[in-house]
């Protein structure tokens, strides 16, 4: 049963446009929330999170936007560019309990120049 | 600050070998966890330790599986013995304990275990 899904496995865009990636949690429990990077041959790391005392996370070209009624946060970038290819992985914990991130499948973007 | 340390970054091994992997966490560092990464599966929790202590291993496939951490800066993930459906990458993070408030974990750059 997974708690954190992202449903597009990948995504394609073209260089200077915006890419939107999605995730969805079924656990009502979770109030916060990250994504992480993953190039190849390398391990994920921290990109931007949001808690869910917020709707909107904004860094540089990266904003996180979170719908708690729908349990849905994705992640905007504005303006894509190739260094931005990557498979990009959400996740979810609850803060309080010091629980573990639980994190969904991924998304690999591919930006095309 | 040299990061999370994995050892070895591939490993290829015949079915019913024993495989260790290694990781040192960053220095400060309370929490480590083991994760696996697959295509079907993504990124699953195995196990995670706070103060050299296993928290939580209920993400260990089976048996064959174990973790220890003898001391702060080391731990390793054995696999004993290996099957070719253990063929993933595996990843250990570490954070502290402020941080995991906020969630923030660091990663290791992985091992790719191949099992013939």
């Known amino acids: 049963d997974q708690q954190v899904k992202q449903n597009s496995p990948s995504l394609s865009v073209q260089e200077g446009r915006i890419s939107i990636l999605n995730c969805d949690y079924t656990?009502?429990?979770?109030?916060?929330f990250l994504w992480y990077k993953k190039y190849p041959a390398e391990g994920p790391t921290f990109l931007i999170s949001i808690s869910s005392i917020k709707d909107k996370n904004e860094d540089g070209r990266f904003t996180v936007f979170l719908n708690k009624s729908a349990k849905h946060l994705s992640l905007h970038i504005v303006p894509s560019q190739p260094g931005d290819s990557a498979v990009y992985f959400c996740?979810?914990?609850?803060?309080?309990?010091?629980?573990?991130?639980?994190f969904g499948k991924g998304t690999r973007l591919s930006v095309i120049a | 600050d040299a990061g999370v340390i994995q050892s070895p970054r591939h490993e290829v091994t015949e079915m019913g070998q024993e495989v260790t992997l290694r990781c040192k966490p960053i220095?400060?560092?309370?929490?480590l966890f083991w994760y696996r990464q697959t295509m079907m599966r993504g990124l699953e929790l195995l196990i995670y330790f706070n103060n050299n202590v296993p928290i939580d291993d209920s993400g260990m496939p089976e048996d064959r599986f174990s973790a220890k951490m003898p001391n702060a800066s080391f731990s390793t993930l054995k696999i004993q013995p290996s099957e070719p459906r253990d063929s993933a990458v595996y990843f250990c993070?570490?954070?502290?304990?402020?941080?995991?408030?906020?969630?923030?974990?660091?990663f290791g750059p992985g091992t790719r275990l191949t099992v013939l």
């Open positions: 656990n009502s429990m979770f109030d916060y």
């Open positions: 993070a570490s954070t502290l304990q402020s941080r995991l408030v906020g969630g923030t974990q660091y």
């Open positions: 996740a979810a914990r609850i803060n309080s309990g010091n629980t573990p991130l639980v």
């Open positions: 220095s400060g560092h309370d929490y």
